[in-house]
């Protein structure tokens, strides 16, 4: 529980001082740079402490099965809490769907958005880049109890920058369950967004 | 040296890093974002972005706890 709190004071730590200070566009590039060779790193330690975990195919299948049926979930949640956002917000129904299928993956759906609406551009940006922070936040204090379903929280970020949470405050296999779920994700959004967006009838 | 333990000392010491500097780019680019589209729309985005990211969370995460039992060792 210690370590779950540190996780959660240092992120907002954090969070407090990117609003406070000015970064130059060189700082955020080093800053990035940073993040994305620390991840790889944590990325190759984890994968290790994983396939010491697989003992059989038959753990990694039922592992994948697992990781389907949260896929599910995330894709049905996503669909249905955008429908729900956009009937209550009174909005357009196609974009808000789209937004909420961006799963945490926020660059491709901010960029994408970008191309037909600069406001949905920046909203497909803002709130996937919100779902990575309520994941470092949320998963921690959900962990105990759910580990398996609170993954749903993460999107597709769980196969990268929330992974190395996942794994410190679960074990290698929740870790695993993650990684695939955020694999599958990744490799999901690309398709269902230009969907949803250009063949809505 | 055993690998698991290795990797354990690496993870704690890797990850807290990683999250400060994630929260701190996260921080920045958020309030960028915001000042970009002026002070008076932050009220109306707001209630979409609240609206927008704690919807699908809440009802992926009811819906996983619907279908998948095996976190709760049933």
């Known amino acids: ?201 | 040296m055993d690998i698991s333990r290795f990797v354990n000392y690496a993870m704690t010491l890797i990850i807290p890093i990683l999250v400060l500097l994630i929260g701190i780019v996260a921080g920045y680019t958020i309030t960028e974002k915001f000042f970009e589209i002026g002070i008076q729309t932050i009220y109306i985005i707001v209630i979409e972005l609240t609206f927008l990211t704690i919807l699908p969370i809440a009802i992926g995460f009811l819906i996983a706890l619907l279908i998948t039992r095996v976190g709760r060792g049933r």
């Not at chain 1, 990325?43 to 396939?51: A, F, Q, R």
């Not at chain 1, 975990?53 to 249905?80: C, E, Q, R």
């Not at chain 1, 709130?127 to 105990?144: D, G, H, Q």
């Open chain 1, 1 to 201: 529980m210690k370590t779950i709190f540190i996780i959660v004071i240092i992120f907002v730590i954090g969070l407090g001082l990117g609003v406070l200070f000015y970064l130059n566009n060189l700082a955020v590039f080093v800053l990035s740079k940073t993040i994305e060779l620390l991840v790889y790193i944590l990325l190759s330690l984890i994968t290790i402490s994983m396939v010491n975990t697989v003992n059989s195919f038959k753990d990694l299948i039922n592992h994948i099965n697992i990781s389907i049926k949260v896929v599910i979930s995330t894709i049905s949640g996503s669909i249905a809490g955008g429908l729900l956002a956009a009937v209550i917000l009174n909005s357009d129904i196609r974009m808000y769907i789209a937004i909420a299928l961006g799963m945490g993956f926020y660059t491709f759906t901010g960029s994408y958005l970008a191309t037909i609406n600069r406001y949905f551009a920046f909203l497909g940006f803002t709130v996937n880049m919100f779902r990575e922070v309520a994941t470092f936040i949320i998963y921690p204090l959900l962990s105990r109890k759910y580990p398996i379903e609170a993954i749903t929280i993460g999107g597709a970020t769980t196969m990268d920058t929330t992974l190395p949470v996942i794994s410190k405050v679960t074990n290698n296999t929740i870790a695993m369950i993650a990684f695939i779920h955020g694999f599958i994700l990744t490799l999901t959004i690309p398709v269902i967004i230009p969907v949803i967006v250009h063949l809505w009838i």
